[in-house]
């Protein structure tokens, strides 16, 4: 592995993880699995320090955690929740915001309209976010952290409440980004079609603990 981008060193939190160490590659495509539980999504809100250790120390391109900026590091590192973060207005509105909260200059509708696309949502800009449904929320939550263009994402179950047909095609479309852009995306995910036609690098966890990780060489 080259530098990785995430250096974990002797990592406690609660009874949750225990990690003595771990690397995680940059530009890479990395899916973290395990059985619900073990930590996976734990591990992951941690890469941006939206929760922090007990002890140990995470160093993100050499700089521990703790020497970042909180806005500096969330706007670099970027995370989609599993359960998607909705705001009271259009899809438009709920696109724009993620901008607005980086403190970054508005986008056309062209633009938000093209990033729609990308994520297969057939909604126009002014339909409601309340009438969404659980897939459609997901996938504007993903339109909005594309947005932003980001060196890294932390994405948790991106695709859990798509069918097989959208997540294929969401995946196609996030990692042809990922790897032409030279993204870093760490997942979580529970499904082994994803990790099996995806991930570059798996890392498992169980009971809190590292039990495997590696890079895939067997991806299609």
């Known amino acids: 592995m080259n530098q990785p981008l995430f250096q974990i060193r002797q990592l406690k939190y609660r009874h949750i993880l225990f990690i003595d160490e771990l690397a995680i590659p940059q530009r890479k495509i990395t899916c973290i699995v395990g059985e619900s539980g073990s ?8 890469l941006n320090h939206m929760i922090s250790p007990d002890s140990g120390d995470i160093e993100i391109s ?3 955690v703790y020497d970042w900026d909180p806005i500096e590091l969330r706007r670099n ?11 009271p207005g259009t899809v438009r509105d709920n696109l724009i915001i993620g901008l607005r909260f980086a403190g970054r200059a508005p ?19 002014d339909a409601e976010s ?16 594309l947005l932003l263009d980001p060196p890294v994402l932390l994405l948790d179950e991106p695709t859990s409440a798509l069918d097989e047909e959208t997540t294929r095609f969401i995946m ?3 990692t042809g980004y990922a790897r032409q852009e030279k993204k870093t995306v760490v997942m979580v995910t529970h499904s082994s079609a994803v990790v099996r036609d995806y991930a570059e690098y798996v890392i498992e966890i169980k009971s809190g603990h590292v039990v495997k990780e590696g890079e895939r060489h067997d991806r299609r």
Do not use: C, H, Y
């Open 62 to 64: 050499g700089r521990s």
């Open 39 to 46: 930590g996976k999504t734990t591990l992951l809100r941690m």
């Open 172 to 174: 196609e479309r996030l």
């Open 107 to 125: 986008v056309t509708d062209a633009r938000l309209e093209k990033m729609l696309k990308r994520v297969r949502l057939n909604k126009g800009l």
């Open 77 to 87: 590192v970027v995370m989609l929740s599993q359960t998607p973060v909705m705001f």
């Open 130 to 145: 309340a009438s969404l449904s659980g897939g459609e929320k997901q996938r504007v939550s993903l339109a909005r952290i």
